[in-house]
């Protein structure tokens, strides 16, 4: 997924079997990494739309923002 008008780079976007959810992991032009989950309505156009407030959360490593991600988004896998 891409994001417009942010400071961050998307390096990892995981998805849920039935391809309605994603997980993006990013890392900021400071350097700390992050993630949001988004959700996605087949029946409209619209295309992905933000269902978590995890973007603003800071990270000091990729594995650590995974970490985080696993605990508190219950679809995400485990690895």
């Known amino acids: 997924m891409k994001h417009k008008d942010r400071d961050w780079k998307v390096l990892q976007s995981i998805e849920n079997d039935m391809e309605d959810r994603c997980v993006d992991f990013?890392?900021?032009?400071?350097g700390t990494y992050g993630f949001e989950e988004y959700r996605r309505d087949r029946e409209d156009d619209e295309g992905w739309k933000k269902?978590?407030?995890?973007?603003?959360?800071?990270?000091?490593?990729m594995e650590a923002a995974k970490e985080s991600a696993r605990y508190l988004i219950g679809w995400l896998p485990p690895s």
């Open 26 to 30: 990013f890392v900021r032009t400071n």
């Open 51 to 61: 269902m978590g407030q995890f973007s603003g959360t800071m990270f000091s490593s």
